[in-house]
């Protein structure tokens, strides 16, 4: 049966055409793959979740690209969403096929036209669109086969310590990187010879030497400097032998800020050093221009490229970056060499580490390894969930990977600050990473989110009010869902979550039960409580991308579509669903501590901890190389005092940093990570067979 009469609109899958109003039409494959996996489920809703397993195996998407499939399907087949005809969407579950399936009637039926029941023909028909159905499904979804590319090969380190920041050389035979020593405050720089197997100590001084990258020739290695007082990012001669590298010519290139971490630099072909530098509301791309001596000629700032880098091609001198597209995280890849080329969307995707192997060809990182090809949209894991991934290198010339696993402790802990003996206590405990930390208005009461792990099969929420000693668990959140906001109600009675996939839960924190609102809206922002406690106010966006005003009731659990647009409540109520929040809250705090601090400085901490204001002023954590400390800012007097020392920050394992306070300013919440251990781990390319 080569043909399916929807409603009556004629389906012909084998040749990718339907005909409607009595033209026929081409149909795009991905399009009738979910046209005839819909038509498998007549009348059933087939989740989200289900439509991606169909339609992306082994492959990295996201709710988005079924809600654009889904609209674009509805414009073939000139389906109204307001009034369907054919795809009807179930709120918080899925989409379900409300049109009618026969069987496209041949010429004689057409010209007889007889109009009795045939029970057999239709069971026989039932039989067979089944099997059409699942073998067309089948094929246009069998995911080209394709062998994982990459073997374990071997654990590197395996000592008490941190190792990250690791780069390879240009040939694929030295692996360069930072070591931090147990119960060391300093990295040290070294070198792993693949020849020979040994790792090199490079640089062994007081001073913090970090995030090293080699020049496009090989015959360089830059690194960063760290003392108390200054950074400077130097370059020593490596093209020596490399026992003689330690006695190597070595050169200042230029200063770098001590706000900033190291922020990786990645040097081009053309005698450029490319790196992210954090603007007030966004990362930009800036670079460093050298001469043949590696003196610095020219600084130079790529206004026209946005996001953070990942990796870059020293050829090509092309970019992967992690970008914003219409408010959701993609890798895209970018010239600039040439500004006039379009930047290329590759995934959509949020992953914290990325690099390039080959053309559309990347290896990318979270909590697993993996390895992609765009073109063919295959993707392969490369290693178990091992712990924590913090840093990834990738050899092209030597077909290599390596990357930094372990385990990390973020916890979170209270300061009364009206008591100048108060120290950190811990509320959460140490062997998790706990994030999110949220403090009621009255100060009574904290939350915070454990993130999944190993132990954690998915995020947890846990609340603890202050006179007791023990946290308790408030609500389990989905597989894969990462936590955007804890907001305690006026009242205390409820804890509003909001994720970053723009899902909201009310927990009862009492009857210890939670309610999702606002599944079918999209875009939500802008969420507070009521004064009340008693409803909950947050904004969506239309199909035109205007804004909408709503108001959830508890009580009856219904919406109500405000006519007019709410007073936003002012800046120190507001929280990070607010649109331009961040921007918001800088622009406030940075001309009032600009006579403090440097502006650069400030904003390179703002990025690490957002300030949070309460009645009387504000707290906010500066940084200073590896050194964290928290201040205070009186908006009465406009003074600035040091609250307390918050310790080192050593290396960025890409777990949010978070502050906050009560109301009157009485109590602070602040996680912070107190030790991280990391190990490297090889992996090389499985050769392919010759015959």
């Not at 009556?8 to 033209?23: F, H, R, Y």
């Amino acid at each position: 049966m080569s043909r399916i009469l929807v409603n009556d609109v004629l389906i012909e899958p084998a040749t990718l055409k339907i005909k409607i109003s009595g033209q026929w039409q081409a149909i795009e494959a991905k399009q009738m793959a979910l046209l005839l996996l819909l038509i498998e489920h007549q009348g059933q809703c087939v989740t989200r979740d289900n439509i991606i397993e169909k339609l992306w195996p082994n492959t990295l998407v996201s709710d988005n690209s079924v809600s654009q499939l889904i609209v674009q399907l509805r414009k073939t087949l000139k389906d109204n969403k307001a009034a369907p005809k054919f795809i009807k969407t179930i709120p918080r579950e899925g989409y379900q096929l409300i049109a009618t399936i026969s069987e496209p009637p041949s010429i004689k039926e057409k010209l007889l036209a007889p109009k009795v029941n045939r029970p057999i023909y239709w069971l026989l028909f039932g039989g067979f669109i089944g099997l059409f159905i699942s073998t067309a499904v089948s094929y246009l979804n069998q995911p080209i086969k394709q062998v994982n590319p990459f073997k374990y090969d071997s654990r590197l380190t395996s000592a008490p310590g941190l190792e990250v920041y690791l780069r390879y050389s240009p040939n694929g035979r030295f692996l360069a990187f930072s070591h931090l020593g147990e119960n060391q405050s300093q990295f040290d720089l070294a070198v792993y010879d693949s020849h020979s197997k040994i790792v090199h100590s490079l640089k062994n001084s007081s001073y913090s030497e970090e995030a090293p990258v080699w020049s496009a020739d090989g015959k360089w290695l830059a690194y960063y400097r760290f003392d108390p007082f200054r950074c400077e990012v130097r370059a020593i001669a490596v093209d020596q032998t490399i026992e003689m590298w330690r006695l190597g010519k070595e050169k200042k290139l230029f200063d770098c800020e001590l706000g900033y971490g190291p922020r990786k630099l990645y040097w081009l072909a053309n005698n450029h050093i490319v790196f992210n530098t954090q603007k007030i509301n966004q990362q930009i791309v800036e670079a460093y221009e050298l001469d043949e001596q590696l003196n610095v000629i020219n600084q130079l700032q790529y206004a026209h490229i946005k996001g953070q880098i990942l990796d870059a091609d020293t050829e090509s001198q092309t970019l992967l970056l992690k970008s914003q597209i219409n408010n959701q995280p993609h890798l895209i890849s970018q010239s600039i060499a040439d500004p006039l080329l379009s930047r290329d969307v590759l995934v959509n995707s949020n992953v914290a580490l990325g690099a390039w192997y080959r053309s559309k060809q990347i290896i990318t990182a979270d909590d697993q390894l993996f390895f992609s090809d765009i073109s063919k949209q295959t993707r392969f894991s490369l290693n178990d969930k091992a712990g924590l991934i913090g840093d990834l290198a990738v050899s092209q010339a030597g077909q290599l990977v390596a990357h930094s696993e372990g385990y990390a402790q973020v916890s979170v802990y209270r300061l009364k600050t009206d008591d100048v003996n108060s120290h950190l206590a811990p509320i959460s405990s140490a062997t998790r990473i706990d994030v999110t930390p949220s403090l009621s208005r009255d100060g009574d009461y904290y939350a915070f989110v454990s993130l999944q792990t190993q132990q954690n099969v998915s995020s947890e929420v846990w609340v603890r009010n202050r006179l007791k000693a023990n946290a308790e668990l408030a609500y389990t959140l989905e597989n894969n869902e990462v936590a955007k906001l804890l907001l305690f109600s006026p009242d205390n009675q409820y804890l509003a979550l909001m994720t970053e996939s723009n899902k909201l839960v009310i927990i009862n924190l009492f009857a210890k039960s939670a309610v999702k609102i606002a599944s079918e809206f999209e875009f939500v922002r802008n969420v507070y409580w009521a004064e009340d406690s008693r409803s909950l106010f947050f904004t969506s966006t239309d199909e035109n991308g205007q804004p909408l005003s709503w108001n959830f009731t508890l009580l009856d659990s219904g919406y109500k579509l405000l006519k007019e647009s709410q007073n936003w409540p002012p800046l120190r109520e507001r929280n990070v669903t607010f649109t331009h929040y961040a921007e918001d809250l800088k622009s406030y705090l940075l001309p009032k501590l600009a006579s403090y601090f440097d502006e650069s400085q400030l904003t390179a901490s703002f990025a690490l901890y957002l300030p949070t204001l309460h009645e009387n002023g504000a707290y906010f954590v500066i940084r200073e190389g590896h050194n964290l400390s928290l201040y205070q800012f009186d908006n009465k007097n406009g003074q600035i005092s040091l609250i307390k020392e918050l310790g080192t920050y050593l290396y960025d394992i890409n777990t949010p940093l978070s502050l906050s306070s009560d109301k009157e300013g009485q109590y602070i919440l602040i996680n912070r990570i107190d030790d991280i251990e990391m190990d490297i781990v090889l992996h090389s390319a499985i050769q392919a067979k010759t015959h």
